[in-house]
């Protein structure tokens, strides 16, 4: 028996299972809290171990909210399907197996169910705290509070389309992000799988956006910027939303995403040769000094013509200790200036970037 095969047999742990479902571990047992949605049994260090029908119900969760279906119900359901006696598990009207109703009909309201792509735009964000921000905004909450994974597929395409990336992300998606997160912290964990719906669809859109936008000029130069999450910095999509305005305007990029390894990044650093290396923050926790002088110590190439990589800290955790005398950089726009200012240009080229 292989180890896979002993750690599944003895249960997985719950952060196993928030990296295999790709959600948080707060989410997970946010979901045991409210739904029962939890492990049913536990180590002899009373550790929470998730069985395979554990997991199989959860991931049926995770598939029925994506699908637009209210949490609640999608717990039910989940739990009708996947958990203890679910073989013999009967609606509440005794009328067969359980699934997924069709709606009875939509709820009075801003915030009523529509069909994909049929919401109106403007009026209330759904309930979410967006104050003044764009239009564009509050048919996305609205959208988001849903659960509507097309109609957010639909309207995040249109924002980049019609304003580019660098002002859809700093105006449409981080507002709508930030109100999300807000009502999350206000409402007992409430509007968690809103707010990983939302994060989701953003970064999918990010990486469809060269599908809508023209392509770049020209590339700018062969040597990449590299773009890494700390290690232990679970919160990459700021570090998203860069990479694709650096493609946008034809930077090349190696990006390595959330929680990246020290032997990775260094790995990769020495394999690219890169003119630059992010190393994104979210946390002064995961923010490291002597890892960002590790990587700006690392030289390639022949005697006499060694390079070094500029390292770049971006993100909150990133104090004035942390980043010591390395640039730093305020938001999205100033580091795409700093980085693309490094092939040559200010990417003053393309409206999308100019501040």
Known sequence: MSDLDVTEAAGLTT????????????????????????????????????????????????RLAAAGVAPAEAARVARATHGEGSRSVRTAHGAGPASVPAPAGPPAGPAAVQPPGTAAR???GGGLPL?????????LARAAVRLDAPELESRLLDAVRQHGLTTAWEEVMVPTLRAVGRKWESSGDRYVEVEHLLSWQISTALRRAPMVLPPPAQALGAEPVVLACAPGEQHSLPLEALDAVLAELGVPTRMLGAAVPVEALLACVRRTGPVAVVLWAQTRSTASGPLARHVAGLQWGPAGARRRPLVLPAGPGWDRRAAGDFPRCTGLRDAVRTLSGLYGTQGAGRSSVRG
């Open 15 to 62: 952060g196993a299972v928030a990296r295999r479902l790709g959600v948080s571990p707060t989410t997970l047992r946010s979901w045991d809290r409210r739904y029962g949605l939890g492990p049913a049994s536990r180590s002899q260090g009373r550790h929470r171990r998730w069985s395979p029908r554990d997991v199989a119900m959860v991931e049926e969760m995770c």
């Open 122 to 124: 403007g009026g209330a």
């Open 131 to 139: 104050g003044d921000v764009r239009q564009e905004c509050r048919g």
